[in-house]
């Protein structure tokens, strides 16, 4: 890989303490709740990038979304989810999946990376990768914080939580868990979106996590792939991770499926190639960039998407609500979608 298509690749895919809380407003629909909070760690900062001058702490903005129910009546605590956005993302950019779980009882809440986000009170102008080794501390930041929320916190099931990413959103939740410094115990269910393979990516550009040990853990995982996922492809094939990890463990392929269809938005190539080559196109028109030389047999994207809600839902209630039929449903889930694939292996 040229060093140009290199940066380019780290720009969209991966490019792929004590605290201060403050608490912004909240919107209730009929069926959830959206609130923000603003969470602040004295003991680490936020380095200078770009414009931004740094900060001697960090600040953590993040979106909360919850069942309506959960707030007008006395229910049981809820399973706590938490979504890590992309390279240069944001905590909404994923609502099909995140209200599809909280309308089936989840509580979710997506950070705002600092350094990686485009809606961060930073103002940065593009995504620093070289902060994401700080982004499994922030979700660990996170959790400790809506633990202890006044309104959240009893809310959640504490021994219920798991996370979810995509991109770089799923780098930061592989090593949160298989990172042997900043493994995270309390994480029941680890979901990775589109994240290739982790190590060879952080090593292919650099990221700052070298050093960081394998944890021989045993975390329920789940993978969910794209059989032409030009920047998942460009760090390593699926199962790849897969292969590297203690069972339980799952990894679903779809047939057809590409990267930017895991999230919000249908955008399509006007010529019929994969919509993950748009970004390249516009900034190096003039490489060859695997994957994106020829049209492919692409599927509907609000087919990988319903593969994606419909996975992840099954996942994390078989592994944060107990249920075994979900676990079923799950690894049937070509039944119901033959464009997916799936491997796995239980202990």
Known sequence: MSSRLRRLTCHLFFALGLAFISVSHAQESSDLVFAQRSFVDTSRPIKKAFDFPGTPDRRIDVSVWYPAQAASQSTESLPLVVYSHGTYGFPG?????VSHLVRHGYIVAAPVFPLTSRESFTGIPMALGTDAPNQPRDVSFVIDQMLVDPQLGPLIDAEAVGVVGHSLGAVTGYFLSYGAQLHDPRIRANAMIGAGDPVQ???SFGFGFVGVQHAPVSVPALFLSAEHDVFANLTG?????????EPPKQEI???????VWFRDGLEKHPEGRNPDCLFFEK???SMKVPGCQAPAALIDPEVQQAITR????NFFDAYLKGDKTALSALRGLNKEFPAASIRYEDR
Do not use: D, K, Q
């Open 283 to 285: 900034n190096a028109a």
């Open 310 to 313: 419909s996975a992840l839902l």
């Open 93 to 97: 950019n994923a609502s099909h999946f």
């Open 201 to 203: 990516a952080v090593l």
């Open 253 to 259: 392929l779809i047939a057809g499926g590409t990267h």
């Open 237 to 245: 094939r699926p199962f790849a991770a897969y292969s590297r990890i």
